[in-house]
């Protein structure tokens, strides 16, 4: 079964200092992968995504993420960060029976602080 | 463009209740997906309908289940809740069942058992 793995529970960072977040997953074919941000009371809302080709995606909001398939990694970073970056940050992969999509598998989310 | 509303925002219920939620799909999209996010938790993928019926389900007990109807908006039903149902629970909408069909998010409904 798939798997989505987020190493960091907490995550500070000052104010225009840059920003990594990690992901890892576990799936045996080609990933369909996702980061969402989830500010509080808020539902999810999709950063970026990567399905194919260029390994190097970018979203909104300044993000940009990195496919690593040796390293089974999709890295979400941002080169200069605001105080409105701070909330939960997720990444997703898409699950798939022969039937068609079902359902994203999701990690257990990293909580991004900024500091002043 | 409507995005994806859900109704109630909040609701508290006493264990051994039923409850329904409801879910609005943005303007286009035939399919959604329900999701369950305990508090400190990723959302985890309860079902998804497609036109009216069920597509796919996650590991949760058959007391879950779901509709959606004709406008493709969607209830999620839950009987005899649990304490352990307390949680957020989000709604998200596509345009149809490709993996590349991008899922999008209402607010979700908060839900208290006591």
């Known amino acids: 079964a798939q798997s989505v793995t987020q190493p960091d529970i907490h995550i500070t960072v000052s104010e225009g200092a840059s920003l990594e977040l990690r992901c890892n997953y576990s799936?045996?074919?080609?990933?369909?992968l996702f980061w969402y941000v989830q500010s509080p009371g808020q539902g999810l809302q999709l950063l970026l995504k990567y399905f194919s080709g260029d390994t190097l995606v970018q979203g909104i909001k300044g993000f940009e993420a990195e496919f690593k398939r040796s390293q089974s990694s999709f890295n979400l970073r941002k080169p200069s960060v605001h105080w409105s970056d701070a909330a939960e940050y997720f990444c997703?992969?898409?699950?798939?029976?022969?039937?068609?999509?079902?359902?994203?598998?999701f990690g257990k989310g990293t909580h991004l602080i900024i500091q002043p | 463009e409507t995005g994806v509303t859900q109704s109630p925002t909040h609701l508290i219920k006493t264990r051994g209740q039923q409850v329904t939620l409801r879910c609005s799909s943005q303007s286009g999209h035939n399919t959604v997906s329900w999701y369950q996010q305990a508090l400190g938790q990723g959302p985890q993928f309860i079902f998804q309908?497609?036109?009216?019926?069920?597509?796919g389900r996650g590991n949760f007990p058959p007391r879950f289940s779901g509709l959606q109807f004709p406008n493709y908006s969607s209830e999620l039903n839950v009987n005899a809740l649990e304490l352990d149902d307390s949680a957020l629970y989000l709604c998200?909408?596509?345009?149809?069942?490709?993996?590349?069909?991008?899922?999008?998010f209402g607010p979700g409904t908060r839900l208290t058992v006591l």
């Open positions: 997703a992969v898409a699950q798939y029976s022969g039937g068609g999509a079902d359902g994203l598998t």
């Open positions: 309908y497609y036109r009216e019926e069920e597509n």
């Open positions: 799936y045996g074919a080609t990933p369909y």
């Open positions: 998200a909408s596509s345009l149809g069942l490709a993996r590349t069909d991008t899922q999008y």
